[in-house]
């Protein structure tokens, strides 16, 4: 893993929360997770009503969550840690103005496609564009950095971000057709890369963030455990699992492949554990995503057997994963790329990281032991995860609007 390069004080842009692409989208994914959830509510509850005529609700809430909330999160990661792995400037100033206002061109279309103010093909069509767009934006100027110094064991992060463009796109396709099982696909697939997005930059950073937050506060330099063979093992399972999953639904081939990535991963997680990680939010939040993912997979493998809904397991799979992953990565990026010190976060990190296993424990656990009560569960579900990131929006977005204490651009 690379040094975190100091940054420079060379380049300028008229905002600071414009200086690099992690302060605008960590900003704005952090309120559209407020918005999105409160408007699901309205529709899950059937006081607003999505025209299914052109979407399945669900799907909307799903398309909104991957192709809307994690992308964001994404985007401001990778277009941020892009420049750190090669060293070369990404978009900052108007022209990541230009990018960001593409997804939100997209995120305001899908908002109002359930409003019943105009025609709903219209704001899908408008959010394709803005969608198709931003995605083909980001892919460009990741490729570029990343050819420009031919590092090309970055190709693989490049494949999945052009991979979620498909899927996007399958999305769409599905609307307009009519049918939908090609949003299904454009759903689920767009899941299952992000997933496996996750599983090859988590491989780089989580070994890497344990042993330098342990190492700082100690007079040992701690060292954990990693394994090539585990790493390439992990996805090659996955990738099983996905097309399992996706493509082929046999149960069997399907609790076979989730297994095995939940015992390679889970081994993986043996080799980077210390008891120390316990004493640091910004630690123990990352271990018990993949913790989640395990017990995610674990779930996978024995639903065809136990008849519980599949959509239990996909939402374990994404809370974890994806919920709990990207919101300890926003936490830590914002500190350390601010100039603040990711040693000493705010008291309330705790609280938020809480919020959101109780996200998982609400909307996982509990309608498997009492499923009479799902919808109170639900619920309970939808009011966590709206409280840990408005907590997230009241601490962040103060500092990723402010200058770098240091004064150096970043």
């Not at 509510?41 to 909330?69: C, Q, R």
């Not at 022209?95 to 279309?109: K, P, T």
């Not at 105009?118 to 490729?143: E, K």
């Not at 919920?323 to 990026?333: A, C």
């Amino acid at each position: 893993m690379p040094q975190i390069q100091l940054p420079t004080d060379r380049p300028f842009s008229p905002y600071p929360i414009l200086n690099l692409g992690f302060r605008i989208f960590f900003s704005a994914a952090g309120v559209f997770a407020v918005l999105t959830m409160l408007l699901w509510m309205f529709v899950s509850t059937g006081k607003i009503a999505v025209d299914v005529t052109s979407l399945n609700p669900l799907y909307w809430h799903g398309h909104e969550m991957l192709y809307g909330y994690t992308i964001a999160v994404i985007a401001g990661f990778l277009l941020t840690a892009v420049k750190t792995w090669t060293g070369v400037m990404m978009p900052y100033g108007y022209r990541l103005l230009g990018i960001f206002m593409c997804w939100v061109v997209a995120r305001l279309s899908w908002m109002l496609s359930v409003t019943g103010l105009g025609s709903p093909n219209f704001w899908f069509a408008l959010a394709a564009a803005g969608d198709l767009v931003f995605m083909l934006a980001m892919v460009w100027v990741i490729t570029k950095a990343v050819l420009t110094v031919k590092q090309y064991r970055q190709i693989g992060i490049i494949s999945k971000l052009i991979l979620l463009t498909i899927g996007q796109g399958l999305c769409y396709w599905g609307i307009y057709s009519g049918d939908m099982g090609y949003v299904h696909i454009g759903i689920y697939l767009g899941l299952y890369l992000i997933i496996a997005l996750v599983l090859t930059i988590g491989r780089r950073v989580v070994p890497f963030f344990i042993e330098r937050g342990l190492s700082f506060d100690s007079s040992e330099d701690v060292q954990v455990k990693n394994s090539t063979f585990l790493d390439v093992l992990s996805l090659a399972t996955f990738l099983v699992f996905m097309i399992a999953d996706i493509f082929y639904p046999n149960k069997f081939l399907l609790s076979i492949s989730a297994l095995s990535v939940a015992v390679v991963n889970t081994a993986r997680l043996l080799g980077w554990y210390h008891h120390g990680i316990w004493k640091k939010p910004l630690l123990w939040s990352l271990y018990l995503a993949f913790v989640g993912m395990c017990s995610s997979f674990i779930l996978f493998a024995v639903q065809p057997w136990f008849n519980f809904s599949h959509s239990i397991a996909v939402h374990a799979l994404a809370l974890s994963g994806v919920g709990m992953m990207t919101l300890s990565m926003m936490n830590r990026v914002s500190l350390g790329h601010t100039g603040r010190s990711i040693h000493k976060p705010s008291k309330a990190v705790s609280l938020m990281f809480m919020l959101m296993i109780l996200v998982f424990v609400f909307r996982v656990i509990m309608p498997l032991i009492m499923m009479e009560y799902y919808i109170v569960w639900l619920m309970l579900a939808q009011k966590s995860w709206i409280l840990c990131f408005a907590l997230f929006c009241i601490i962040y977005i103060p500092l990723l609007s402010k200058p770098r204490p240091d004064g150096l651009f970043g």
